[in-house]
């Protein structure tokens, strides 16, 4: 069946930096478009950042530009988001989703920064 697993989620400081990762299966991942979106607590969720099917075209909401890094890798059906100088307004629930022929999601990641 279809799986979006991530993992990468945690507690860090201000300033710190986490990487998730993304592990799909059961679905043709290199033909799908791979999103990362996020929800805080009473929040409506948001999209983060987006990768092309082949990692060629990526885009960010102002909020992460030039703090996140989105990345994919076709070979090990694994979308990554690498994420540094992290903000107390970065704490939410971090959530893969994968757009093609159909949606899915997976099922989420707490990331909390706080000191």
């Given at each position: 069946?279809?799986?979006?697993?991530?993992?990468?989620?945690?507690?860090?400081?201000?300033?710190?930096?986490?990487?998730l990762?993304?592990?799909?299966?059961?679905?043709?991942?290199?033909?799908?478009?791979?999103?990362?979106?996020?929800q805080?607590?009473?929040?409506?969720?948001?999209?983060?950042?987006?990768?092309?099917?082949?990692?060629?075209?990526?885009?960010?909401?102002?909020?992460?530009?030039?703090?996140?890094?989105?990345s994919?890798?076709?070979?090990?059906?694994?979308?990554y988001?690498?994420?540094?100088?992290?903000?107390?307004?970065?704490?939410?629930?971090y959530y893969?989703?994968?757009?093609?022929?159909?949606?899915?999601?997976?099922?989420?990641?707490?990331?909390?920064?706080?000191?």
């Open positions: 069946q279809v799986q979006l697993v991530e993992s990468g989620g945690g507690l860090v400081q201000p300033g710190g930096s986490l990487r990762s993304c592990a799909g299966s059961g679905f043709t991942f290199s033909s799908y478009r791979m999103s990362w979106y996020r805080a607590p009473g929040k409506e969720r948001e999209l983060v950042a987006i990768i092309s099917k082949t990692g060629g075209s990526t885009n960010y909401v102002d909020s992460v530009k030039g703090r996140f890094t989105i994919r890798d076709n070979a090990k059906n694994t979308v988001l690498q994420m540094h100088s992290l903000k107390p307004e970065d704490t939410a629930v893969c989703n994968a757009n093609g022929l159909y949606a899915y999601w997976g099922q989420g990641t707490q990331v909390t920064v706080s000191s």
